[in-house]
């Protein structure tokens, strides 16, 4: 497979703020050869739909330390589809509770990773979710 950018969107929707997991992850994924797009902490659906369009990226990642995670992805899928992106695959990060991801996966949330994940698990998803290979592959910078 050619080795190709993958352009992952990290952001965090409403008024979630301990952004450190997400901005440590944006780092790390550079690191790995990711393009990160990165939209910080107090996002809305809308714009992180506008963002997703206007940057053509592959994958929209979200971090969550917040139990309102599912009624905000839940909004966001359902935003998504409705302007013509929801084929876009969406990951979760952060405190994500075992007890939800069945429905998350429900409503079409593709890779969870929550306390514990590795990077070559993201680096895994983000390959696998976009087709696309970086540079070495999962074990590149491990």
Do not use: W
């Amino acid at each position: 497979m050619p080795q190709q950018k993958i352009r992952c969107l990290l952001a965090m929707l409403g008024t979630d703020v301990h952004n450190k997991g997400i901005r440590t992850l944006a780092q790390l994924l550079r690191d790995r050869g990711v393009e990160v797009i990165y939209l910080g902490e107090h996002n809305t659906a809308g714009g992180v739909i506008n963002a997703l369009i206007a940057e053509d990226a592959d994958v929209v990642g979200l971090s969550y330390s917040t139990a309102t995670y599912l009624h905000y992805t839940r909004d966001l899928l359902d935003k998504m589809r409705t302007a013509g992106v929801g084929d876009v695959p969406l990951m979760l990060g952060g405190l994500i509770h075992a007890d939800d991801e069945p429905a998350l996966r429900e409503m079409g949330v593709r890779g969870i990773f929550g306390p514990g994940s590795t990077m070559d698990q993201i680096v895994e998803f983000l390959q696998t979710a976009t087709g696309k290979t970086l540079p070495g592959g999962a074990a590149a910078g491990a």
